[in-house]
């Protein structure tokens, strides 16, 4: 009796939590395949995928800022790990000056409300011609990104075991050789798990997008913001969606690529 | 080791000079720009500006953000604590599995998903209407200050839950478990003994959320679009309808001041304890 109550009063909490995280995503999967819904029916009056051909038909806006999205958080995950590659081995291997203080330097970015920021940026931009041009945009999403891959990187560099990289050098190897051939190979799952989620970031990022990007790149996020706010809810729905995919399915995978031994060595 | 000093620094400035120029630099603009008037001159105007037309605003900020961090915190602290303390292993994993799906979830999807489902005829209404708990027809949404809430709690409790239940998964077993010897509650053992050990990742994670909903623009605009709202807002209103750099930098300013707040009760705690957090 006591067993059977404690399964129902379990059963009936994780429901409530099941039904707290699935059910905003449900109700957006809903009008992604919703036709006609309106007040007080409780569930679409007609199913289709015609809403789905206006968003993927040739030449479409959203086709066309998918594409945009999808080259800007490629120009930025070169862009971060061109940086971070290099500071991420320093910060790992070297004994530098204001370790302490370079490292918190890349934390600013996320420890600062960034909004305000951007702005600024924009202004800044105005000088350069950088507003509105994907090159503007991928060094917003740059700063944005360059925490977590300097970050991942350090602690991926700082994972691969130093008695390898000397064996290395002791057999001749040059500096630059034994780093590609024996520290970066070892260190690649870490980094390609930063790339990823540098990639999402960009794929994702709204704020920095809205203030630089103006009025000529529209990413993905930019346009679902423009359909939800004109009250289209079915191509906001079937965007949000798009972004949605990527962002849960990286969720998913995230331990396959970074292993516990690097987690436990971030900020480190 | 024959890597040099100077060749370590060089391989960190071109990283570090990006940091320092699209960041620390229009960050001390905004700074310099909230205390200047458009011709340059030194002036406390933009503040005076600022409280007269958004101090609602700023207060209204403060409370959902305030609000959003105290639910973040709870729940985290429930499911670190269920996942370190549940009896049954099913359930964990059940939990275990359930609750880190909206981590990597865009802001602006998220607000998307609570817009329909917080919505008068959104699913949440529907099936309490369906449960027999309330009548639809009656009821409203809750596309207001607690959609807001909702949403911020949703987005930014499994990524704090996640930071804690790793920090309670290395802590020492032994201590839980001579508590629990002793006749110890689960509830009195996560209290008393569990999260008094979690506190820093807790923090950590607490302030980093903080952050991060003082910096969300699309959250306020698509769950609730009267007034009072939220300051992002507000800022990017000043900028794309007046050109008005002054004052919303100064609404920046009161941003970052929130921030540093928050950051000062940590480090006063962190004195508090002896330095041991």
């Known amino acids: 009796m006591r067993a059977a109550l404690a399964w129902l009063l379990r059963g009936a909490s994780l429901g409530t939590v099941g039904f707290l995280i699935f059910g905003p995503i449900l109700n957006l999967a809903l009008w992604a395949v919703a036709v006609q819904w309106y007040f007080p029916y409780k569930l679409p009056l007609t199913y289709g995928l015609k809403y789905w051909y206006e968003v993927f038909k040739p030449r479409s806006d959203a086709i066309e800022s998918l594409t945009t999205s999808i080259l800007i958080a490629l120009f930025t995950v070169a862009a971060c790990l061109a940086l971070a590659v290099p500071a991420g081995y320093a910060l790992a291997r070297g004994r530098l000056p204001w370790r302490g203080a370079i490292l918190l330097a890349f934390l600013l970015p996320q420890a600062i409300p960034s909004l305000a920021v951007y702005f600024n940026v924009a202004r800044i931009f105005y000088a350069f011609h950088l507003n509105g041009t994907i090159a503007g945009v991928v060094l917003v999403h740059t700063v944005h990104g360059l925490v977590f891959a300097v970050w991942i990187a350090a602690a991926a560099f700082a994972a691969v075991d130093r008695e390898l990289e000397l064996a290395a050098r002791n057999m001749g190897a040059s500096a630059l050789r034994g780093f590609l051939t024996v520290t970066l190979p070892l260190a690649a799952p870490g980094i390609m798990a930063s790339a990823i989620f540098v990639f999402l970031e960009s794929l994702d990022e709204f704020t920095g997008t809205y203030f630089v990007g103006v009025p000529d790149v529209t990413t993905l996020p930019l346009l679902m913001f423009t359909a939800s706010v004109a009250g289209n809810y079915q191509i906001a729905a079937i965007t949000a969606l798009i972004l949605l995919v990527p962002s849960v399915g990286f969720m998913l995978f995230i331990e396959r690529f970074l292993k516990s031994d690097v987690l436990a060595k971030v900020g480190g | ?277």
């Open chain 2, 1 to 277: 080791m024959r890597e040099s000093r100077l060749a370590m620094v060089l391989l960190v400035l071109p990283a570090l000079a990006v940091v320092l120029a699209l960041f620390v630099y229009p960050l001390s603009l905004s700074v310099i720009s909230a205390f200047t008037t458009k011709a340059g001159e030194a002036t406390l105007d933009n503040f005076i500006k600022t409280a007269e037309l958004y101090r609602d605003d700023i207060a209204f900020t403060f409370v959902i953000v305030a609000i959003s961090t105290a639910f973040i915190g709870a729940t985290s602290a429930a499911i670190g604590g269920y996942l370190v303390l549940g009896e049954n292993p099913r359930a964990v994993a059940v939990l275990k599995w359930l609750y880190r799906w909206p981590l990597f979830i865009p802001f602006i999807v998220a607000a998307q998903c609570m817009r329909t489902f917080l919505a008068k005829n959104g699913i949440m209404n529907n099936t309490f209407d369906t449960l027999g708990i309330i009548d639809v027809h009656d009821a409203v949404g809750l596309l207001d200050w607690r959609g807001i809430i909702v949403t911020f709690v949703w987005k930014q409790t499994p990524f704090v839950a996640l930071l804690v239940a790793g920090a309670m998964a290395s802590l020492d077993r032994a201590t839980i478990e001579a508590a629990r010897n002793l006749g110890a509650g689960r509830l009195r053992i996560l209290v008393e003994i569990v999260l008094p050990q979690v506190s820093s990742a807790m923090v950590v994670g607490l302030i980093l959320s903080f952050v991060t909903m003082l910096s969300v623009l699309s959250v306020p605009i698509m769950i609730s679009g009267g007034a009072p709202t939220m300051i992002t807002v507000d800022m990017a209103f000043r900028i794309n309808s007046y050109s008005d750099y002054g004052v919303a930098n100064a609404l920046g300013l009161i941003s970052y001041a929130m921030t540093g707040a928050a950051a000062w009760v940590y480090l006063r705690r962190g004195v508090a304890s002896g330095g041991r957090m």
